[in-house]
């Protein structure tokens, strides 16, 4: 189809068309603007539905068509041809604005992938909404970026950040985060990190693991606030990774030397030794950190630190899911009451303390009350206290050790709380608060968690999962001049 021909010239269409389409806003809009004196017969008459089905049915119907689209891919020989109205599209996008300005028909080139979906960009243009699968969310992005509709780019955006924990069979936060790279989406990127980050263990066993880049795995590998079940966990993933990637030699030597080694047991770290096919091929690489890691284990920590620099990474735990690194809580009903726990964790990860435990007490209550809320007594005559309502209160966790002790000397503990969410039918980390030592509560645990309502984001079946983890960090008490 070269052009349209018509009982009318294009142009006469074309502004027919565009004054049928403002006289319907502005009746739509002249509805809207309901007295609001205070008269008490004032209403609001909305056909603002009826409006967007008459112009989803110019789109199907073609009526009053005053500009052609033809979109072509490689993937078909056949061109998908829309009929559509100059003035909606140049609403939406300036890109079409540009494009339609002489010429009523216009060929497209789009890659499969965007083509299949150019009919919903195209309701989307004219109806402001459009339905969307997960795999959908890239492609509608592309057309929404190529296109300069900023409405749609930022409502798929939106999208895929509040759908990272959505189950799919192959995967898809790997993907998004590698595309939030390409098109400089820094909120979407951070999004993306920071799900693999607290959900590691759920990414390191599924299919999407072999799809993580280098630069994306060496960005995990950095992170001190990875969730996974323990270090050796982390490396046998690595070790598949390697082994299916088969990466340049510095590559595989800077990811192995990034796995913390003194994290992992003098037992385990020998049968890497003796097993590991990918360690046996770069041992030169990492025969240092080995060597550290054994020492670290072999001499008290406090004498170790007198010559190694302890305050690096390589000697700070992740967050480990392990029993011996803390705790789950599942407080059932934690609107209800107060509750109490205790539970006992290693000293250290040294193997010189793995014989030593510590115990920790934790409070949880639901509506504690800063002091600035707690109730007072009035200067007034009557001397009445002041009303507090229950929803003045906010949760509170409170985490102290039950004893101390010399071995304490050298060690300091990090603590952090991971909150469990079911989303899709997974239970997800949903948030991760840390705090030291030098405070026994996180600030603003739970403060935006509305504990009440059973149906509250934060709550699986009524309960509230938590899992608690105890991280010591080692440090020196003397330097040693070497």
């Known amino acids: 189809m070269a052009r349209l021909t018509g009982a009318r010239p294009a142009a006469a269409r074309r502004w027919g068309c565009a004054a049928a389409f403002l006289l319907l806003l502005l009746t739509v809009q002249a509805a809207q603007k309901a007295d609001l004196s205070g008269d008490a017969t004032a209403a609001t008459i909305n056909h603002s539905l009826t409006l967007l089905q008459r112009l989803q049915e110019l789109l199907q119907n073609g009526n009053g068509s005053d500009s052609v689209l033809r979109v072509r891919s490689a993937a078909s020989d056949e061109a998908k041809v829309f009929h559509t109205h100059q003035l909606l599209l140049s609403l939406q996008s300036e890109v079409f604005?540009?494009?339609?300005?002489?010429?009523?028909?216009?060929?497209?080139?789009?890659?499969?992938?965007?083509?299949?979906?150019?009919?919903?960009?195209?309701?989307?243009?004219?109806?402001?909404?459009?339905?969307?699968?997960?795999?959908?969310?890239?492609?509608?992005?592309?057309?929404?970026?190529?296109?300069?509709?900023?409405?749609?780019?930022?409502?798929?955006?939106?999208?895929?950040?509040?759908?990272?924990?959505?189950?799919?069979?192959q995967g898809h936060v790997v993907g998004w985060y590698h595309y939030a790279v390409r098109v400089g989406d820094a909120a979407l990127q951070e999004s993306c990190l920071q799900f693999l980050a607290w959900n590691l263990s759920a990414v390191l066993g599924s299919a999407e693991w072999g799809s993580v880049s280098v630069e994306l795995l060496l960005l995990l590998l950095e992170r001190s606030d990875l969730v996974?079940?323990?270090?050796?966990?982390?490396?046998?993933?690595?070790?598949?990774?390697?082994?299916?990637?088969?990466?340049?030699?510095?590559?595989?030597?800077?990811?192995?030397?990034?796995?913390?080694?003194?994290?992992?047991?003098?037992?385990?770290?020998?049968r890497l030794q003796a097993q590991s096919a990918v360690l046996a091929r770069h041992r030169g690489a990492v025969q240092?950190?080995?060597?550290?890691?054994?020492?670290?284990?072999?001499?008290?920590?406090?004498?170790?630190?007198?010559?190694?620099d302890v305050n690096c990474s390589m000697f700070l735990p992740r967050n480990y899911l392990a029993p011996?690194?803390?705790?789950?809580?599942?407080?059932?009903?934690?609107?209800?009451?107060?509750?109490?726990?205790?539970?006992?964790?290693?000293?250290?990860?040294?193997?010189?303390?793995?014989?030593?435990?510590?115990?920790?007490?934790?409070?949880?209550?639901?509506?504690?009350?800063?002091?600035?809320?707690?109730p007072v007594y009035s200067d007034s005559v009557s001397g009445a206290i002041q009303p507090v309502r229950i929803e003045d209160g906010r949760p509170?966790?409170?985490?102290?050790?039950?004893?101390?002790?010399?071995?304490?000397?050298?060690?300091?503990?990090?603590?952090?709380?991971?909150?469990?969410?079911?989303?899709?039918?997974?239970?997800?980390?949903?948030?991760?608060?840390?705090?030291?030592?030098?405070?026994?509560?996180?600030?603003?645990?739970?403060?935006?968690?509305?504990?009440?309502?059973?149906?509250?984001e934060y709550l699986i079946d009524n309960s509230l999962h938590l899992h608690i983890i105890i991280k010591p960090v080692y440090h020196a008490l003397i330097k040693v001049k070497k």
């Open 324 to 374: 011996s690194w803390g705790s789950q809580w599942v407080i059932t009903n934690p609107a209800r009451d107060d509750r109490s726990t205790s539970f006992q964790t290693q000293l250290g990860p040294s193997s010189h303390d793995a014989g030593k435990r510590v115990t920790w007490n934790v409070l949880f209550s639901p509506r504690w009350l800063p002091v600035s809320l707690r």
């Open 288 to 308: 240092d950190l080995l060597f550290q890691a054994f020492q670290f284990h072999a001499a008290s920590p406090l004498h170790f630190a007198k010559y190694f």
């Open 396 to 456: 509170r966790l409170v985490i102290t050790p039950a004893m101390s002790s010399p071995d304490f000397a050298g060690v300091t503990f990090q603590k952090t709380v991971l909150v469990g969410v079911r989303q899709q039918g997974r239970v997800l980390v949903k948030h991760a608060y840390s705090f030291h030592q030098s405070s026994d509560e996180a600030p603003d645990f739970l403060a935006h968690a509305d504990l009440q309502k059973r149906t509250s």
């Open 97 to 169: 604005e540009s494009l339609l300005r002489n010429q009523s028909v216009v060929t497209l080139h789009e890659p499969p992938e965007t083509a299949a979906l150019f009919d919903k960009f195209i309701r989307y243009l004219y109806c402001g909404g459009v339905s969307i699968l997960l795999h959908q969310a890239i492609p509608l992005h592309q057309l929404a970026s190529k296109y300069r509709v900023w409405g749609l780019q930022r409502g798929v955006a939106e999208y895929m950040r509040s759908h990272l924990a959505s189950e799919s069979s």
């Open 228 to 270: 996974l079940h323990s270090e050796l966990e982390l490396y046998t993933a690595v070790e598949g990774w390697l082994s299916r990637r088969q990466p340049e030699a510095p590559v595989a030597e800077r990811v192995l030397r990034a796995i913390r080694y003194p994290m992992i047991a003098p037992s385990q770290l020998f």
